[in-house]
């Protein structure tokens, strides 16, 4: 794997065995050496199933297809052939978003949310800090849950999405942005999620094969510029946002201007939060934020 080109080949490597082993229930070392004896068959099986998926990972696979697993904010959610695979980068989105919110928010919407781990990992995140509250002499109560409402347009995306958002009372719609959302979340939303395609057309055939050949383009290509997507959510967010509400969306570090012009011409407050971290993962994160009359002393 390393001579192929796989940077981490030896954590790749132990994750593929472990996969194996509990997929065949052989142990990891059996199914990389595998013994010869009849009694020995499910070692050999083991070690045909790892041969294989070391030359589909060699082939340009991404990782986490094989694995049917991807790990993000501390969390593993399921992802398989022909879904996005969430980045490393994309956990800034979900800190932002955690560190911005207050504890009483009730409703998250995650737009283009792939498999849902973007979602699910704010709404767990803040259902983590309502609770349980206790009283002295009273057994701690759990906080209300987050209404979490996600969607997407891709039917394999949406799968892995209610297979991991459904544990959370959390509800995936299939279709177009905002479209398959339920009216009732109109004015509402209190955190709105958007992990949209933000590539140029142009820069898809220069990304890495795990991206380029196995992953939708339409979760990728996000027009001549990368915003074309982006424009429209922006533009309706306002009618989804309850005052003082959030949207939060990452860019690529040379999009930041012609992001905040979508955001001003919104009537929403843009700010941007950026991966300082030397030896982290990057990421370029866009808040926008709706208009709080309260806070600005207006009507309540």
């Not at 996005?84 to 995650?110: H, I, K, N, W």
């Not at 983590?128 to 057994?139: F, I, L, Q, V």
């Not at 142009?202 to 383009?217: Q, S, T």
Request: include cysteine; proline fraction near 9%.
């Amino acid at each position: 794997m390393r001579a192929a080109g796989c940077v981490f080949a030896e954590d790749e490597a132990r994750l593929l065995l472990e996969h194996v082993g509990r997929t065949t229930g052989a142990a990891p070392a059996a199914a990389a050496a595998p013994e010869t004896a009849p009694e020995a068959a499910p070692e050999a099986a083991a070690a045909d199933e790892l041969a294989v998926l070391v030359a589909r990972r060699v082939a340009g696979e991404p990782l986490e297809h094989l694995l049917g697993w991807v790990e993000l904010a501390g969390h593993r959610w399921s992802v398989g052939p022909g879904v996005f695979v969430p980045r490393r980068r994309t956990e800034l989105m979900v800190r932002t978003a955690l560190q911005g919110t207050p504890r009483a928010a009730e409703v998250v919407v995650d737009l283009c949310c792939g498999c849902g781990a973007v979602g699910g990992a704010v709404a767990l995140g803040l259902q983590g800090r309502r609770g349980p509250r206790t009283r002295p002499g009273r057994p701690g109560r759990p906080g209300r849950p987050v209404e979490l409402h996600a969607s997407d347009v891709d039917a394999a995306a949406v799968t892995h999405a209610r297979r991991n958002l459904a544990p959370l009372g959390g509800t995936v719609h299939q279709g177009d942005l905002f479209d398959p959302l339920p009216a009732h979340l109109r004015g509402g939303v209190d955190v709105l999620l958007c992990h949209a395609p933000y590539v140029p057309t142009a820069a898809i055939p220069g990304m890495p094969p795990e991206a380029r050949d196995h992953e939708p383009v339409a979760a990728l290509d996000g027009g001549t510029d990368g915003l074309d997507v982006l424009r429209r959510v922006v533009a309706a967010a306002p009618g989804w946002l309850r005052p003082g509400g959030r949207l939060l969306f990452e860019v690529g570090s040379d999009q930041v201007d012609g992001a905040l012009a979508l955001v001003a011409a919104a009537a929403l407050v843009g700010h941007v939060v950026r991966d300082e971290d030397d030896d982290g993962p990057g990421g370029t994160v866009v808040v926008a934020t709706a208009a709080d009359a309260s806070a600005a002393g207006g009507p309540a």
